[in-house]
């Protein structure tokens, strides 16, 4: 059974930046494709980025320029970097495998709240 620990979210001013980072088993972590997803209050959960076994990375046109997400398959952790953060980034914020049919996805961790704010 995959188990998903999310941290480093907390307040922050706009233009500021966070570091996520999440741990994962119960997965072969270094075949997985990850993504980090978000869910704002009242929203659906959204696709931020995601990662291949390979390193190569995608962005949801929001964050595209200002997330950067990395993965050490050592460690079987997968990082979101996020600087120039913006109101509308606030959310609560997920990690977990990526398929296309992610939406699916019965297991989730706890997330990590980021809230941008003055």
């Known amino acids: 059974q995959v188990q998903l620990v999310e941290s480093g979210g907390g307040l922050v001013q706009p233009g500021g930046s966070l570091r996520l980072s999440c741990a994962a088993s119960g997965i072969i972590f270094s075949r997985a494709w990850m993504g980090w997803y978000r869910q704002a209050p009242g929203m659906q959960r959204e696709l931020v980025a995601t990662?291949?076994?390979?390193?190569?990375?995608g962005y949801a046109d929001s964050v595209k320029g200002r997330f950067t997400i990395s993965r050490d398959n050592a460690k079987n952790t997968v990082d979101l970097q996020m600087n120039s953060l913006k109101p509308e980034d606030t959310a609560v914020y997920y990690c977990n495998q990526y398929t296309f049919n992610w939406r699916s996805f019965a297991s989730w961790g706890q997330g990590t709240q980021v809230t941008v704010s003055s």
């Open positions: 990662i291949t076994e390979h390193g190569n990375t």
